[in-house]
């Protein structure tokens, strides 16, 4: 059997994600007979149904099904190689790092410091995303290397990465809380609390909704107008408003700070940024003993 072509891909998961001929035609900018016809002679090479067709709808068969969430990962391969291959040949190479805001554990600076020095390194371009948005990023081929945390960023297939630091968690109140004074609380303590429902976690992790936000930014906004508390890394603290507090928070799971790139890569500037953050991550933990 011939190889499927990428253009055959694309128009079948349109139409396996409108499940219409029209809405996917419209959303490919061509028309629908070709549409139909490409599809119908897709499942000719395969030989196999991939929409089970009715005079009023059209569904996936398992084959679509299988074939739907194939072919989204070789698109999503072909644009990632597209664009690395396109980075790779600027004039101007450059390390695209991302991160959340704060969300470096207090370490970037002296690590972007340390790199500078570094024989094989390279002009560092900091992408600053929304939260949760590290991980895609870095698929996409938008970034070579970005700080994830765990448990939270929890998906570690197609990465290499390195542990940088263990943080304990506290929480961040508005300063007028009925806890902002205690040493430290419980998560017991936080019961009935409105916690953040975080950006690309199934269901949120609180009791309340806290309307949408999707940076730093905008939560600690929120929990200085009392509409949440948050429960995150100890390291936010440095940055955090003269209108919050913060208090530690004794059984929290801890975070580790972990920095990630994707396992195919093996630049030498990446490379060693890695080895300068790991040696900065081991520093600071050093001294926080």
């Known amino acids: 059997m011939d190889r499927l072509e990428t253009r055959e891909l694309a128009y079948f998961v349109a139409v396996a994600e409108e499940l219409h001929f029209g809405r996917a035609a419209e959303k ?34 398992p084959a679509g099904e299988v074939l739907r969430d194939e072919a989204r990962r070789v698109l999503d391969a072909v644009s990632t190689a597209t664009l690395r291959t396109r980075r790779a040949g600027r004039a101007d190479p450059r390390l695209i790092a991302v991160m959340k805001p704060g969300g470096d554990g ?3 600076a002296e690590i972007l410091s340390r790199y500078e020095k570094e024989p094989e390194a390279l002009p560092v371009e900091m992408l600053v995303c929304g939260i949760g948005e590290q991980e ?9 290397v970005g700080f994830l945390h765990r448990p939270h960023d929890s998906d570690p297939a197609g990465f290499d990465s390195v542990d940088l630091l263990v943080e304990r968690q506290i929480a961040v109140l508005p300063m007028g809380h009925r806890l902002a004074a205690r040493p430290s609380v419980r998560l ?17 992790s609180g009791s309340g909704d806290c309307g949408d936000f999707h940076d730093g930014s ?30 530690p928070v004794l059984d929290a799971e801890p975070t580790t700070l972990v920095l990630a790139w994707p396992e195919a890569n093996r630049s ?6 890695v080895r300068t953050a790991t040696d900065v991550a081991e520093k600071a933990a050093y001294e926080l003993r």
């Open 28 to 61: 490919l900018g061509i028309a629908q007979p070709p549409l139909s016809r490409a599809i119908r002679q897709l499942e000719r090479r395969l030989g196999v149904t991939l929409l089970a067709r009715t005079s009023r709808r059209i569904a996936l068969t």
């Open 106 to 108: 207090g370490l970037m």
């Open 136 to 144: 895609g990023l870095l698929r996409a081929g938008r970034a070579d």
């Open 188 to 204: 017991a303590d936080l019961a009935g609390e409105p916690h953040p429902n975080w950006p690309g976690r199934d269901g949120g």
């Open 218 to 247: 905008q939560l600690m906004q929120l929990i200085a107008l009392g509409r949440a508390v948050a429960v995150l890394p100890e390291s936010v603290r440095s940055n955090l408003r003269q209108d919050l507090a913060s208090v």
């Open 268 to 273: 030498r500037a990446l490379a060693a940024f």
